[in-house]
Structure formats: structure tokens, C-alpha cells
């Protein structure tokens, strides 16, 4: 199976969020905390995979009836399972190879580049993960970066209460890893409300920094296994000790935190700032899921009733999530200015030119929504509307995908979009839901542009003071780093204070103001949460 370990040696950090899926709980913990490999993708300590290989490929193959290049449509093999699922389920009895080989018809169709996967023997693989790992392209971005980072599985019961609505085991913590490896900092980034890392007794902050773990030495100890069990518990109700240090002073504190199923709170943060020019909104959004629906539709009500002039989107850690909610903010955004305007277009491979292969639908531009679309709202709903020229948005390494999309549909119709903060992941790209046997599987689809035709941004958008940012698509704006020293929405935050300053004086801060500089943890790291959410999902 593949993970998205997130930082090579090279990165100053990582982010990693406690709401983790099923292939990825264990691998992906000791990725954050050992050496991975580099290229996004790959697995632990020993280095990522090579392409589809050696052995392999070619020749006679062991596979009943398989044929090099030959392709049998894929529904002759659909819901043929080594395991059958009891209850309501389409399973019948099949073997490992029925289940590689509907992979391999899957995939040769609806690969965005089926052209650059090395054919492989589906009766040689006895897993049907490690199988699935194999149907993609291991070719390089221009730039270095593998081409497809983003290809991954969930289990499909975890996946649906994850989407749906946003439950998942932890502490209701995202944890910052400055540095994973030895000397290591863990620094709290951000809490859910109404979580075990919230309660009375532990009161996380952003900005605290963790100095133990059940006894072990986070900056320095070689035991990561206990370290990983502890920041990422796979269960409800495991118990898990940390010394945790205040970013204000050198006082330690000892808490214990119990695992539950916590509710993700994906929009947070909701205000109205006063400044001399009018009100200035401001909206934490961290995850595209379908519970956000409803809490961005209020959020935009909130802030319409406040009367405000400008927005603040906070998107430095949102990973992405179902393209449609992009959608219905970006129009929320713009309002009136996007009525019957296109947001994206989707492009899958040249076999899917004319009709959507998963819908069936005729190919042609999505229009911005005016009304909801059903994830936790009445489908149809009208959507409120703040109707302005432009959008100030905080954005970091973990902003990807259908945070991308916001961006680059926003900008496609004119809109102002205004970036403050690090360089975005650069994921163009995007997935329908693939279920079968009890695994869901998602594998690029399909390409998103926006009204211009421009979707050109696999290296990400930089901000144009950026100098150091040579590849990614530029957008204007500043290079703010990540403060950790103020809480996400306080006006003294260096990423929201540089964009009030840019908003009154078109122009970027040459300095930041003492009080912001004192003790300042600073980085450029990427955000590393359950895969699927650094993804942009269409819906059927």
C-alpha cells in the first residue's frame, strides 16, 4: 500500500492529524518519525518502491487467462472477493487474482495516465493492496516530484463514516513536527472542540510543545514505536501519557489522554475583525468533508449579517475533500460575479473524451453552484452570497486540491485572490470513490482546470514575493511563515496580520511587528493528515 509520508529529509517539518484511516495508521505514524522515502509516496525505512517491476511483467504469467496489454472489461471481475463480506453486500467468492485483476481493468481505463503503468501478471501479486500500488506511473514531475503522489486505499465502512461525517479516533489534536527526527520538536497546532484534547483536565493550545511520551523522550529517543503509538492511537480508549511544555514559559505540565471517536469541527474560527476600512471576515476551514457544508453556509450568513467588506479565508491546513463544497464557497465568495460561470472542467484520459466514465454524464464545464448540493444541507438549498471582487487566503504546504481548486476557480473569473503565507502541495488533479471487496480505492481520474484553461499548478501556487519559489504558479501575495506563538484567528498571527496589513496598504510587511517575532517557531512544513483528505473528490 502507499502513504503519503509527507517530508523528506530535507523539510524543516510536517504536519500530521490524529484522524487516521485504516492502511494508514501504522505506516504512516513511523514514516513521521523515521526516515521515508523521498517522492511523496513510499514506504518506511527501507526506501519507496520502484516502478512496477522486475519479475513481474511480460511474458507467460501466472494469472489464469492473463494476457500482456490484453484488458477484460472490469466488471467481469467486480465484487469477485478472496473475503466476502457478510450481510448486504453485491461479494461473491473469488480469489486474490479476480481482485488484481478488476484493479487492473479499472485502472487501465481510468487512469489519467493508464499509458505509463507497467503491465503486471495479476496472478503474481497475493495482495491485492501491494497489487494496487503497482497501477501507476512512478515517472517524475519537470520539477523532481513524483507524478502521481496520491494514490491510496481506505477501508471502505472507515471511509464512509470519515466522509460523511467526519468521526474518527484520537484526541482532537493535529500535531506540527518541526523536525522528526533526533533533535525532534512536536508542537500542538490546532484542536477540535468537545475533545479529549480540549477537556478540563489536558487544555492543549496551539503552540505547546510535547517533551514526552509514555516516559520516552521525544527529542531524542530511538524507541519511536512508543512515540507513534502514543501521538497516533489506532483504538478508543487507549490511555497515553505527555509532558508537555508552555510556549510562553518554561513550565511543564503532565497530561493523559484517552482515544475516542471525535467529531471533526471543519470550519472554526468564525469572526468579524473591525478596522478602520470597514469589517474584515475571517474563517478557519480545515477539511472538505460533508459535515462543512452546513457549517460554511452559516459561517457566510454570519458574516453577511455582520456586513463585511473583505474575507479572510484560512485554508493553510486544509488538505482538500469533495470538490462540490469547493465549489459552493467559491461561489458563496464571489457571489453574483459567478452566477453562470464556470468553475472547472474536468479532463480524464484520452479514452474519456465525450462522457464521464464513472457518470456516464456528456463531458462540459461545471458552472459554480447557487444552491447546495446535498452533503449535510437540503440539496438545493440557495446558497448565501458576500458577493466580492477579491479573497485574502492563508495558505501553506498542506493547502491542496480542492483548496487549490477554491483558489484557481476564484481566479479564473476574475476574482482577486490574494495569497498569504508558503507555497500550496500542487495537486491539480482528482478521484471518484472506486469501492470493491471491502476496500475503497482512489486513484487519479481526472484533471481540473478552471474558465481560462488553467489547471498548470503541480508544483503549487506561490505568492509573488516568493523569490525562492521558482516552479510553483504564482499568485499575488506574500511569503508569510507559520506562527505558532498565537492562536489561528488572533489578529497578531503573522499569516492573518500580513493579509489586514497587504489589505490597507497593497503591499506586502517588510518586517513583522517585535511583539510577533518574540519566540517564533517558523517553517515551511507540509501537512500530513489521512491521505484522502489531501485529495479532490467528485461526487457520482
Known amino acids: 500500500m502507499t502513504t503519503a509520508c509527507g517530508v523528506s529529509e530535507s523539510d524543516d517539518g510536517a504536519m500530521l492529524k490524529n484522524r487516521f484511516i485504516q492502511f494508514a495508521i501504522i505506516v504512516m505514524a513511523v514514516c513521521t518519525l523515521v526516515d521515508c522515502g523521498g517522492g511523496g509516496s513510499s514506504s518506511v525505512t527501507t526506501g519507496g518502491r520502484g516502478p512496477a517491476g522486475s ?307 456528456a463531458l462540459s464545464p461545471t458552472l459554480f453552484h447557487t444552491t447546495a448540493q446535498g452533503f449535510s444541507v437540503d440539496e438545493s438549498t440557495p446558497l448565501p452570497v458576500l458577493n466580492l471582487p477579491r479573497v485574502y487566503v492563508l495558505t501553506g504546504g498542506g493547502t491542496c486540491s480542492a483548496s487549490e481548486a477554491i483558489m484557481n476557480g476564484l481566479a479564473g473569473i476574475g476574482v482577486d485572490v490574494i495569497q498569504i503565507g508558503a507555497n500550496t502541495c500542487g495537486k491539480p488533479y482528482g478521484f471518484y470513490p472506486l469501492d470493491n471487496c471491502g476496500t475503497t480505492y482512489f486513484t487519479v481520474q481526472f484533471r481540473s482546470i478552471n474558465a481560462g484553461g488553467f489547471g498548470d499548478y503541480s508544483d503549487g501556487f506561490s505568492p509573488t514575493s516568493d523569490t525562492d519559489a521558482v516552479a510553483g504558479a504564482l499568485l499575488e501575495g506574500c511569503s508569510v511563515e507559520d506562527d505558532f506563538t498565537r492562536p489561528l484567528g488572533d489578529t497578531t498571527e503573522a499569516r492573518l496580520s500580513n493579509a489586514l496589513y497587504y489589505r490597507e496598504h497593497d503591499s506586502c510587511r517588510e518586517s513583522m511587528p517585535e511583539t510577533s517575532l518574540n519566540n517564533m517557531n517558523q517553517i515551511k512544513g507540509k501537512v500530513v493528515k489521512p491521505v484522502w483528505l489531501n485529495n479532490m473528490m467528485a461526487s457520482p
Not at 473591525?274 to 457549517?295: C, W
Not at 452566477?339 to 474536468?346: A, I, K, M
Request: proline fraction near 4%; hydrophobic fraction near 35%.
Open 55 to 361: 519479475g513481474n511483467q511480460g511474458g507467460e504469467g501466472s494469472g489464469a487467462g492473463w494476457v500482456k496489454d490484453v484488458f477484460q472489461p472490469a466488471s467481469n471481475f467486480r465484487a469477485m472477493c478472496e473475503s466476502p463480506r457478510m450481510g448486504n453486500f453485491p461479494d461473491v467468492q473469488g480469489t486474490v487474482t479476480d481482485e488484481n485483476n478488476w484493479l487492473r481493468s479499472i485502472s487501465n481505463d481510468l487512469y489519467l495516465w493508464y499509458s505509463e503503468i507497467v503491465d503486471v501478471d495479476p496472478g503474481t501479486i497475493d495482495d491485492a493492496l501491494e497489487y494496487f500500488d503497482l497501477m501507476r506511473t512512478f515517472e517524475l514531475t519537470p520539477s523532481g516530484n513524483s507524478k502521481d503522489r496520491f494514490h491510496f486505499t481506505i477501508d471502505t465502512e472507515e471511509w464512509e463514516q470519515l466522509s460523511q461525517s467526519g468521526v474518527a479516533v484520537g484526541y482532537g489534536v493535529t500535531f506540527v513536527l518541526i523536525r522528526r527526527t533526533p533533535p525532534r520538536e512536536v508542537l500542538v497546532a490546532y484542536t477540535e472542540p468537545d475533545s479529549p484534547a480540549t477537556s478540563l483536565t489536558a487544555n492543549l493550545v496551539r503552540g505547546e510543545e510535547i517533551l514526552e511520551i509514555d516516559g520516552v523522550d521525544v527529542e531524542n529517543s530511538s524507541d519511536v514505536d512508543t512515540l507513534n503509538l502514543g501521538l497516533f492511537p489506532s483504538t478508543s480508549g487507549e490511555r497515553h501519557t505527555f509532558v508537555i511544555r508552555n510556549p510562553d514559559s518554561e513550565e511543564t505540565r503532565t497530561v493523559t489522554l484517552v482515544s475516542q471517536e471525535v467529531r471533526s469541527t471543519p470550519v472554526q474560527n468564525i469572526g468579524a475583525i473591525d478596522t478602520a476600512s470597514g469589517k474584515v471576515g475571517y474563517i478557519l476551514f480545515n477539511d472538505h468533508i460533508a459535515t462543512a457544508e452546513r457549517q460554511l453556509i452559516d459561517a457566510v450568513n454570519f458574516l453577511k449579517e455582520e456586513g463585511i467588506s473583505d474575507l479572510v479565508l484560512d485554508i493553510r491546513y486544509n488538505g482538500g475533500g469533495f470538490l462540490d463544497i469547493a465549489n459552493e464557497l467559491a461561489y458563496m465568495i464571489a457571489g453574483h460575479t459567478a452566477e453562470g460561470q464556470v468553475f472547472d472542467e474536468l479532463q480524464f484520459n484520452d479514452k474519456h473524451a465525450i462522457f464521464n466514465p464513472v457518470t456516464g454524464a
